[in-house]
């Protein structure tokens, strides 16, 4: 048994889990339909604002927690968001806020070794390859400029298409 349980247990399935039963639960208790329409108030019904706000809101968020969390609870409140607006069924503006979450959780994963568990594996891999310790700071110096560049240019495809119109 303990052979067994030690292939599942796994810090990975353990968060994605997590993320998982925090998502259901704010759905079950409404918690997400109120964030949703809290986001709303403040942010506006622009699909072009909707975008950048989820895209920065997920950028900023996933530079300091696992970015498939991120996605997971941000999601199911954008989605509230949009079944409060009329878009229930994914469409054109739905489907590039849900991108925009997804988009910018990859790209402020980049940003820190605490965005996901490629760049602990990473930062464990140079620590070994060098024997020296690899600083969270060097991280962050090394992969600003690039997380800069890759979220300008991902947020300018995002919100400079046709993103309001009806294909």
Excluded at 94 to 112: D, E, F, H, K, R
Excluded at 115 to 123: D, E, K, S, Y
Aim: glycine content about 8%.
């Amino acid at each position: 048994m303990q052979s067994v349980i030690s292939c599942y247990s796994a810090e990975l399935v353990f968060l994605l889990a997590g993320s998982d039963i925090i998502s259901m639960a704010w759905e079950a208790t409404g918690v997400d339909q109120r964030i949703a329409a809290r986001s709303l108030a403040l942010v506006g019904t622009s699909v072009k604002q909707q975008i950048l706000v989820w895209f920065i809101i997920a950028t900023l968020l996933s530079s300091v927690l696992p970015n498939t969390v991120v996605a997971a609870v941000m999601c199911s409140i954008a989605i509230s968001m949009l079944k409060a607006v009329g878009e229930g069924d994914i469409k054109n503006s739905a489907s590039l806020i849900l991108l925009a979450i997804v988009y910018g959780a990859n790209n402020g994963g980049m940003l820190t070794p605490l965005g996901g568990a490629m760049n602990l594996v990473t930062v464990s891999y140079i620590e070994g390859f060098t024997g020296t310790e690899f600083l969270y700071s060097d991280w962050v110096v090394r992969m600003l400029p690039f997380t800069l560049l890759a979220t300008a240019v991902t947020a300018l495809f995002l919100v400079g298409g046709d993103c309001g119109k009806k294909h």
